[in-house]
């Protein structure tokens, strides 16, 4: 998290465009618009990594199935 943190502190200098500053870290673009928008959204609270676990399983199986 600290690389990610020092990302977004030194995209906010603005001395780099997002293409070079990108590969300074070793990462896509698309990763580096995603680290900016989760600061954006939540500070470097949100700047972790999330769960992929679903939040909801529609096809498992019921308790009363599950009980017999």
């Known amino acids: 998290m600290d690389e990610r943190a020092k990302f977004v502190l030194e995209k ?9 500053l990108c590969r300074r870290y070793g990462i896509s673009r698309q990763t580096g618009y995603k680290w900016l928008e989760r600061y954006a959204d939540g500070g470097l609270g949100a700047m972790g990594d999330r769960s992929h676990a679903p939040m909801a399983r529609p096809h498992a ?8």
């Open 61 to 68: 199986m019921g308790e009363e199935m599950r009980e017999a």
């Open 12 to 20: 906010q200098r603005d001395e780099l465009n997002m293409a070079e």
